[in-house]
């Protein structure tokens, strides 16, 4: 097994002969003869071991029996004590989910401020069998079927290509002592179970079943790269990108072979898993959202628009004053200038807006549009909706989003940077001008 490893090593982890690495121990025999493999080969290693405090004296044995091991190996050694049952009811965990993620939060701490470059766990085939299993019975996508990685960013798992019974004939044939959890043969868990109860059964009706198993998760990689290229070519050939938005057409998602699988696979990233209510979105009307922890999907007449949740500003009371003579930033950037209305040319430019000065009420005022807005827009003689002049200009989502309104006391002046109101236009009769000017 030593060759074996040693020559997985050299062909696929050249990494781990460059770099110092860091190695969870527990105490247990898959653990021990990781150690003792790299060790063996001469790798840089350090040891890093969690007392859960989970098996009473056991857990204190397993630490005793780590640091000894450590120390006759005269190697680096990190050991940590978690309460593991006061955070798992501090946040509302497992068990099994509150130490994983204590001591996957304890590890990154050790990789950066003792500057190893990976981590190095015993995960092994038979775990990765037992995933799959796991994965299978609760139901999963392509992703669930292919077991444990090998690598993933900062961690590396040498042990995956050797079963069990291999790392356990390896540890009797070299004299190795290691530490026996006696959790392990409870079938509570339903690892355990698939352990105890599911594979003997593969094992029994297949002998081959390990060499099987390995060549069938070979293909489902192929598959998934497969998957992987094919989403990538369409994604650059279907959606749009507008700064840090992205844009899916609806049309053009309507026209490829399996437009769902595309989208949930595109979304997925980005933290989105209600499917049924993003398949319900794309018949919605325009306007209607589906929020995930950082991003937002919005219905913007024949697209759903992808954008960071903190980018979109939402409805507000608030007020933002502007004073003549003065320029302000925030939230759009605003200038005001007087002019004397014989020395102006006007123009029509929609950025900026040419005012009668005497029939404003300062300050003015710089919003959001509310429920039941209304102005008269430029040119014509009756009154006019925010709503309905947005729904007439067959505005964007994006652009609605970006509506600011400028307001003399409780009066509409300007959208800003789209139409004026007719009653504060310059007329042959008006005396004082103030240009406000808006800088995109």
Same mark, same amino acid.
């Given at each position: 097994?030593?060759?074996?490893?040693?020559?997985?090593?050299?062909?696929?982890?050249?990494?781990?002969?460059?770099?110092?690495?860091?190695?969870?121990?527990?105490?247990?025999?898959?653990?021990?003869?990781?150690?003792? =493999?790299?060790?063996?080969?001469? =790798?840089?290693?350090?040891?890093?071991?969690?007392?859960?405090?989970?098996?009473? +004296?056991?857990?204190?044995?397993?630490?005793?029996? /780590?640091? +000894?091991?450590?120390?006759?190996?005269?190697?680096?050694?990190?050991?940590?004590?978690?309460?593991?049952?006061?955070?798992?009811?501090?946040?509302?965990?497992?068990? #099994?989910?509150?130490? $994983?993620?204590?001591?996957? #939060?304890?590890?990154?701490?050790?990789?950066?401020?003792?500057?190893?470059?990976?981590? =190095?766990?015993?995960?092994?085939? *038979?775990?990765?069998?037992?995933?799959?299993?796991?994965?299978?019975?609760? &139901?999963?996508?392509?992703?669930?079927?292919?077991?444990?990685?090998?690598?993933?960013?900062?961690?590396?798992?040498?042990?995956? /290509?050797?079963?069990?019974?291999?790392?356990?004939?390896?540890? #009797?044939?070299?004299?190795? /002592?290691? $530490?026996?959890?006696?959790?392990?043969?409870?079938?509570?868990?339903?690892?355990?179970?698939?352990?105890?109860?599911?594979?003997?059964?593969?094992?029994?009706?297949?002998?081959?079943?390990?060499?099987?198993?390995?060549?069938?998760?070979?293909?489902?990689?192929?598959?998934?790269?497969?998957?992987? *290229?094919?989403?990538?070519?369409?994604?650059?050939?279907?959606?749009?990108?507008?700064?840090?938005?992205?844009?899916?057409?609806?049309?053009?998602?309507?026209?490829?072979?399996?437009?769902?699988?595309?989208?949930?696979?595109?979304?997925?990233?980005?933290?989105?898993?209600?499917?049924?209510?993003?398949?319900?979105?794309?018949?919605?009307?325009?306007?209607?959202?589906?929020?995930?922890?950082?991003?937002?999907?919005?219905? *913007?007449?024949?697209?759903?628009?992808?954008?960071?949740?903190?980018?979109?500003?939402?409805?507000? +009371?608030?007020?933002?004053?502007?004073?003549?003579?003065?320029?302000?930033?925030?939230?759009?950037?605003?200038?005001?200038?007087?002019? *004397?209305?014989?020395?102006?040319?006007?123009?029509?430019?929609?950025?900026?807006?040419?005012?009668?000065?005497?029939?404003?009420?300062?300050?003015?005022?710089?919003?959001?549009?509310?429920? &039941?807005?209304?102005?008269?827009?430029?040119?014509?003689?009756?009154?006019? $909706?925010?709503?309905?002049?947005?729904?007439?200009?067959?505005?964007?989502?994006?652009?609605?989003?970006?509506?600011?309104? =400028?307001?003399? &006391?409780?009066?509409?002046?300007?959208?800003?940077?789209?139409?004026?109101?007719?009653?504060?236009?310059?007329?042959?009769?008006?005396?004082?001008?103030?240009?406000?000017?808006?800088?995109?």
């Amino acid at each position: 097994m030593e060759n074996k490893f040693k020559k997985h090593i050299e062909s696929n982890f050249t990494e781990l002969t460059q770099y110092p690495l860091l190695i969870a121990v527990s105490g247990g025999v898959d653990s021990v003869v990781l150690l003792h =493999l790299c060790h063996r080969i001469g =790798l840089h290693v350090a040891v890093a071991h969690c007392n859960f405090n989970l098996r009473a +004296e056991d857990s204190n044995l397993d630490q005793q029996f /780590v640091t +000894e091991l450590s120390a006759k190996l005269k190697l680096p050694f990190f050991v940590k004590e978690f309460d593991t049952q006061r955070y798992a009811v501090e946040n509302k965990v497992s068990i #099994q989910v509150a130490a $994983r993620e204590q001591r996957y #939060q304890w590890f990154e701490e050790i990789l950066k401020l003792e500057s190893y470059s990976y981590l =190095l766990t015993a995960h092994h085939l *038979d775990d990765s069998m037992e995933t799959f299993f796991i994965n299978f019975s609760r &139901g999963t996508g392509l992703e669930g079927l292919l077991g444990i990685p090998e690598k993933t960013t900062y961690i590396r798992r040498p042990l995956l /290509v050797f079963t069990r019974e291999e790392i356990e004939q390896y540890a #009797q044939a070299n004299q190795i /002592v290691w $530490r026996e959890d006696y959790t392990n043969a409870q079938t509570k868990y339903l690892r355990n179970k698939i352990r105890k109860n599911i594979l003997p059964v593969f094992k029994e009706i297949n002998p081959q079943i390990d060499q099987t198993f390995q060549q069938t998760i070979g293909f489902l990689k192929e598959a998934h790269q497969m998957r992987e *290229d094919a989403s990538r070519m369409m994604f650059e050939k279907v959606v749009l990108k507008q700064g840090d938005d992205l844009l899916f057409p609806l049309k053009e998602l309507s026209e490829l072979s399996l437009p769902k699988a595309y989208l949930y696979k595109w979304l997925e990233p980005y933290g989105f898993k209600a499917w049924n209510d993003i398949a319900e979105l794309e018949k919605a009307e325009t306007g209607k959202k589906i929020l995930a922890e950082h991003y937002c999907l919005i219905k *913007d007449r024949g697209y759903l628009l992808l954008r960071l949740k903190s980018k979109i500003v939402e409805e507000s +009371e608030d007020t933002v004053y502007l004073q003549e003579n003065q320029t302000i930033t925030q939230p759009i950037h605003l200038t005001t200038t007087n002019y *004397d209305r014989n020395k102006i040319e006007l123009t029509t430019d929609p950025l900026c807006a040419y005012l009668d000065r005497d029939k404003l009420q300062f300050p003015l005022l710089i919003r959001k549009p509310k429920k &039941g807005d209304y102005f008269v827009p430029f040119g014509m003689k009756g009154t006019k $909706r925010i709503s309905k002049y947005v729904k007439d200009e067959k505005m964007t989502q994006i652009e609605k989003e970006n509506i600011w309104l =400028l307001c003399s &006391g409780d009066t509409i002046v300007w959208i800003i940077g789209n139409r004026m109101d007719e009653r504060f236009k310059v007329r042959n009769t008006t005396t004082n001008v103030l240009k406000i000017k808006l800088t995109v």
